[in-house]
């Protein structure tokens, strides 16, 4: 069965790096695409990049130079790195295995707020 | 970027009765691979987001055969022949033919 469980801080200072880690079992990130998704208060969701199989990546342009997504294949992780956060980044960070969306994490609340 | 338009935004539902949620694309969803990249999710009060129904209209493993997808183009519709209590939550399509990969904007599935 494959399991993915996001972890990193749940509050963030305005203008700082988000980071988060995805822990994946049961499948190995060395293959398929991996994905990050938010959903922001309310129910609006956004889709902000995936890393690959092969390690390439593919992000959302909304967010621009700010994004990065790297990965541990030694640990089975992939990682979120969000720079210059504000208030507007306040969201429930969730990874996922990109494709068809068939698996995700439990989500992880992230509110920045100084 | 492609835009998803869910209708309606909310839906109220008896047990028992069959309901409809549109997801209208801005453009074609057609991938020139042939496949079209079109998904229902469901996500339940403080669970993820699960899987329903994948490329316009295959089961994911596991849900029930009540939930059914149909389309093409631009216009897909899911449905639920018989609402049940566990479907109550938020119904999304989400496209992954054009990147960025958008979802729509939600229906709250609610019981009457």
């Known amino acids: 069965e494959v399991q993915l469980q996001e972890s990193g801080p749940g509050l963030v200072k305005p203008s700082q790096s988000l980071s988060l880690t995805c822990s994946v079992t049961g499948y190995s990130i060395t293959s398929n695409y991996w994905g990050w998704i938010r959903k922001f208060p309310g129910n609006k969701m956004e889709w902000m990049g995936y890393i690959s199989y092969s390690g390439s990546t593919s992000y959302n342009p909304s967010l621009k130079s700010r994004i990065s997504i790297t990965r541990d294949t030694s640990k089975n992780q992939f990682f979120l790195q969000l720079n210059s956060v504000t208030t507007e980044d306040t969201a429930t960070y969730y990874c996922?295995?990109?494709?068809?969306?068939?698996?995700w994490g439990q989500g992880v609340m992230v509110t920045v707020s100084s | 970027d492609v835009v998803l338009t869910q209708t309606p935004p909310t839906l109220s539902a008896t047990i028992g009765q069959s309901v409809s949620i549109s997801c209208r694309s801005s453009q074609s969803l057609l991938h020139s691979n042939g496949n079209t990249y079109l998904h229902w999710l469901l996500q339940r009060p403080g669970q993820s987001p699960q899987l329903l129904i994948y490329l316009v209209s295959r089961l994911e493993s596991g849900v029930p055969n009540r939930f059914s997808g149909s389309g093409s183009g631009t216009d897909f519709t899911l449905k639920i022949s018989g609402v049940e209590a566990e479907d109550l939550g938020v119904y999304y399509c989400v496209q992954g033919t054009h990147a960025p990969y958008t979802f729509g904007a939600g229906t709250k599935l609610e019981l009457k």
């Open positions: 996922a295995r990109q494709g068809v969306y068939n698996n």
